[in-house]
């Protein structure tokens, strides 16, 4: 396993989070469904762009290395980065993939790479969980090479409306789930900093068995409410069943979870120097 940096200091919210996450990093594949499903619909458009075959990669926010895994099996492959501000994913992605994989934690905000150095940054589902979107997209700009591919998907807002929902009539006035960015936001973030970038969006639906399984999921993924705001105790007994009492039930007697699905495609122009020092 090769590690190149680590993360020297970390504020308190970015500390939780790659907590969290890191404490997942056993149950995390076997529950990522819309992680596999959103990072899979990059992975076949990377696939129809015969132009570009892999490259120098970084896969940010790399989670378990999943799709690190997978982009190192591109045709052409020069090399992957995986990043994730978790130390623990980190480690449990070095500990599962082939050696010739790179391994940093580091924070999307500040990628410590240089200007220029890759040819394709793929980031699947991370940067909701990052304070400011914008930079992430700035220093995705700021690596790229002239001609090189910016894939990323994320969550806006909207996404778990029905639990939302439900814990809203079930504990008025506490928030358990996380905000999102709105549509709005996101593509105003997209053309300041990727002009010309191509924005998709799609609503997801999946299925669970009960309201229990979906926040069982949401555990194994470590994508609980991560909100300063959020209860120090763990919630009590009554109002989670309250909540499933008043999730609505699905068609065949088990109940739907949405997603709001964003992907962004950007390609880097040739004049991507000059853009960034004039900006």
Not at 31 to 58: C, F, P
Not at 222 to 247: I, L, S
Request: glycine content about 8%; overall charge negative; proline content about 6%.
């Amino acid at each position: 396993m090769s590690v190149l940096g680590a993360v020297v200091s970390c504020p308190a919210g970015k500390a939780d989070i790659a907590r969290e996450f890191g404490k997942a990093r056993a149950s995390y594949e076997s529950a990522s469904r819309l992680q596999r499903l959103m990072g899979n619909t990059m992975l076949e458009r990377l696939g129809r762009q015969t132009h570009i075959k892999g490259g120098k990669t970084l896969d940010l926010g790399c989670g378990t290395g999943w799709f690190s895994r997978e982009l190192a099996n591109l045709e052409g492959s020069e090399g992957v980065i995986g990043i994730d501000l978790s130390i623990g994913m980190v480690e449990h992605a070095g500990e599962n993939s082939p050696p010739e994989i790179a391994w940093i934690v580091a924070d999307a905000e500040a990628i410590p790479l240089p200007d220029q150095s890759c040819d394709l940054v793929f980031s699947n589902l991370m940067i909701q969980w990052c304070a400011t979107p914008s930079q992430v997209l700035r220093e995705c700009r700021r690596v790229l090479r002239p001609g090189g591919k910016l894939m990323v998907s994320t969550l806006l807002d909207g996404t778990l409306r029905e639990l939302d929902h439900a814990w809203q009539r079930a504990d008025p006035g506490q928030r358990h789930i996380n905000r999102f960015e709105s549509e709005t936001a996101l593509r105003r973030s997209a053309s300041q900093e990727l002009p010309d970038a191509e924005i998709e969006t799609k609503t997801l639906t999946l299925p669970y068995d009960s309201p229990f399984t979906l926040a069982s999921e949401l555990k194994q993924l470590g994508a609980g409410y991560k909100n300063a705001d959020r209860r120090p105790t763990v919630t009590a007994p009554g109002r989670f069943r309250a909540m499933c009492q008043h999730y609505p039930k699905g068609p065949e007697g088990g109940v739907l979870a949405s997603y709001e699905a964003a992907w962004i495609y950007w390609a880097c122009p040739d004049s991507n120097h000059d853009t960034l020092t004039n900006k």
